[in-house]
């Protein structure tokens, strides 16, 4: 019988009972902190976890002091990048990509052997807001106010309330949100409320803040974004100026775009005493190209500026569009490139490459690979002829481009068979007793000592050519010299040639 031990915040209420190894139980505490142990392993930390925070766990084992524990979550040790990472000290961070109300599993597992193992489950929660400073202010006569909210740990789906109500809450980062809201008039203050979904959070937090009146002689001067031309989705940093500085309420300024592609805030707050104020335009990707346009007004003065949108096209170009090998030798391997290069504006899939034909190979790839646009990846086509004679293949690319989704490359080549000959060259004698009428040219094969003759006459010249060898073998050469009356002299000495 194995003894367990539980550990747990003292504020903690215990509910459960003590596990025994017959029955496995789990010990459940009400509270923050949870304490579940399978066996001899028990996991102590928090049953909540706030994403952009952290959460400490820790392991007791049972029976093996000190025993080292490998942390995970959802199954994979250390974590990881799509539920965030665990170290090895059981401290965990929640990657932003995991939807608040969602839960992980996070288990530890003794590292001797035979494993135990425990795992608890976490819940994970949006932070909970925090409301420091905010403002009201008229952005045209009459009921027209923008309300813009300070803080920190906003969210998308953070809500604003004005006086207990829902209004339409615009996201502009964690640590500010707006809307475009109607007031009574005469009304000098609001309560505004701020609440994160998903957060666990019983009441809004809340400020009252002052209505502050529109009072600015300031005029809208214009409207520009840094980029004219966007190419697939992303944001533009656009900017509206005044005539004049803002007066001490600021200056609103209402926005629109007539594209559904493009999203900008409904309005923007230039600050007192400044005179711009910039705003993100965030681009959805587009299959052809269109044309948009940006639009600020304040007043009776409005501004615009023209967008450009480009479309996402996947395009792949590949050179060279044939490949010749011309005239190739048997059995000997020649190999040229095929360059496929991503010329698009979006990455294109390779999916595959293959050949058809025999005497022909490929390497270099290993598909379906992606390229992103000005990538290239190589192809080595290869022609190793086994006979003589004209061969041909084809090598075909499948790919997600937007033209030629299927490429075929025509491939070409000759086998030929390379004959070998011996050039033998040798000097006259400068000076002879007894002139010299030709050469006797001696030859002997593989290393035999038997040597034969290859002219059959006396040949008057200083050069031979034995086209008569054989690849693969080795040959001994001397040659004698003849006088008029056929006699010859002394072997001159020996050369050898081997042939490839």
């Known amino acids: 019988m194995f003894l367990y031990s539980v550990m747990a915040n003292m504020l903690s209420r215990y509910v459960g009972a003590q596990p025994t190894e017959q029955s496995h139980k789990k010990t459940h505490w009400l509270g923050r902190n949870v304490s579940v142990s399978f066996r001899q392993v028990t996991i102590i930390g928090p049953s909540q976890v706030r994403l952009g ?34 170290s090895t000290s059981g401290m965990y961070s929640p990657a932003s990509t995991i939807g608040a109300g969602q839960s992980v ?13 425990a795992s608890l489950s976490v819940k994970v929660l949006n932070p909970l807001p925090k409301f420091a400073a905010g403002s009201v202010t008229q952005t045209a006569p009459g009921s027209s106010f923008l309300l813009d909210t300070r803080g920190s740990g906003f969210v998308s789906a953070s809500r604003l309330q004005v006086s207990g109500a829902n209004v339409a809450a615009v ?26 979904p998903d957060a ?13 009146a529109a009072a600015s002689s300031a005029a809208l001067s214009a409207l520009f974004c840094s980029s004219a031309s966007l190419t697939g989705s992303g944001s533009d940093n656009c900017t509206v100026t005044l005539t ?24 923007l707050m230039v600050p007192a005493n400044t005179s711009s104020a910039g705003f993100m335009a965030r681009v959805s990707s587009v299959t052809s190209a269109q044309a948009v346009t940006l ?18 096209i996947p395009t792949l170009t590949i050179r060279p569009a044939s490949v010749a090998f011309g005239n190739v030798t048997v059995n000997t391997a020649t190999t040229l490139p095929v360059t496929l290069t991503s010329t698009g504006t979006a990455p294109v899939i390779i999916n595959s490459g293959t050949l058809s034909g025999t005497g022909f190979a490929m390497s270099g790839a290993t598909f379906p690979v992606t390229l992103n646009p000005n990538l290239a990846v190589t192809l080595d086509v290869q022609f190793d002829p086994a006979a003589t004679g004209a061969a041909s293949s084809r090598l075909t690319i499948h790919s997600s481009s937007s033209t030629n989704g299927t490429v075929v490359i025509s491939l070409s080549g000759t086998g030929e068979n390379v004959s070998h000959q011996a050039d033998l060259s040798w000097e006259a004698p400068s000076s002879s007793a007894d002139p010299i009428v030709g050469y006797n040219i001696y030859r002997s094969a593989g290393g035999s000592s038997a040597y034969q003759r290859l002219d059959s006459s006396a040949d008057t010249q200083t050069t031979y050519v034995d086209s008569t060898v054989q690849t693969g073998l080795i040959y001994d050469y001397y040659l004698t010299s003849v006088d008029s009356s056929g006699a010859e002299s002394a072997p001159s000495n020996e050369v050898a040639a081997t042939i490839p």
């Open 105 to 117: 599993t996070i288990s530890a597992a003794t590292e001797s052997k035979p494993a135990s193992s």
């Open 171 to 196: 996201f502009i980062s964690s640590t500010e949100l707006q809307s475009a809201i109607s007031l009574l008039p005469g009304m000098a203050s609001v309560n505004v409320g701020v609440f994160n």
């Open 200 to 212: 666990e959070q019983k009441t809004p937090v809340s400020r009252r803040l002052p209505v502050q």
């Open 53 to 86: 925070g952290h959460a400490q766990y820790s392991a007791l084992v049972v029976g093996a002091a000190g025993s080292a524990v490998v942390w995970s979550v959802n199954g994979f040790a250390g974590g990881t990048s799509s539920t965030g990472p665990i």
């Open 244 to 267: 004049a500085s803002a007066g001490s309420g600021g200056q609103g300024v209402s926005l629109a775009t007539n594209n559904a592609a493009v999203s900008v805030p409904a309005t």
């Open 295 to 312: 639009t600020a007004s304040a007043g009776s003065v409005s501004k615009s500026f023209a967008l450009q949108l480009n479309a996402v």
